[in-house]
């Protein structure tokens, strides 16, 4: 499965933006889809995780209650609602696809190529 990540840009601390995660190439149901980020000099780390089915997610402690992860299986799209937004979430985020749910990002076979978020203080 090919991944294709877009949405990302620069907002003001306190902003919201809206990532997307294209899939193609492989049966989008079939897939369970995450979402990491990467910030400079740092490790890249997970961000939130959902299900085949949209019925299970899992955040990040550092994002929960600010960002929201969904799926549209119609339109074979992943989507991160990020909101209240500060300096610290500033990383290019990337997604990824596995055939099992999980948060280590040595789990996911299957990469997108990123997109940048920067939050200005």
């Known amino acids: 499965v090919q991944l294709q990540a877009s949405g990302g840009g620069l907002v003001q601390d306190g902003g919201s933006l809206r990532l997307s995660c294209a899939a193609s190439?492989?049966?989008?149901?079939?897939?369970?889809l995450g979402w990491f980020r990467q910030a400079p000099g740092k490790e890249r780390e997970f961000v939130a995780a959902?299900?085949?089915?949209?019925?299970?997610?899992y955040y990040a402690e550092y994002v929960m209650g600010r960002f929201t992860i969904l799926s549209d299986n119609a339109k074979n799209t992943m989507y991160l609602q990020m909101n209240s937004l500060k300096p610290e979430d500033t990383a290019v985020y990337y997604c990824?696809?596995?055939?099992?749910?999980?948060?280590?990002?040595?789990?996911?076979?299957?990469w997108g190529q990123g997109t940048l978020v920067t939050v200005s203080s």
């Open positions: 990824a696809a596995d055939r099992r749910l999980n948060r280590g990002r040595y789990d996911y076979d299957y």
């Open positions: 190439g492989g049966t989008f149901s079939d897939y369970a």
């Open positions: 959902i299900s085949r089915s949209g019925g299970s997610k």
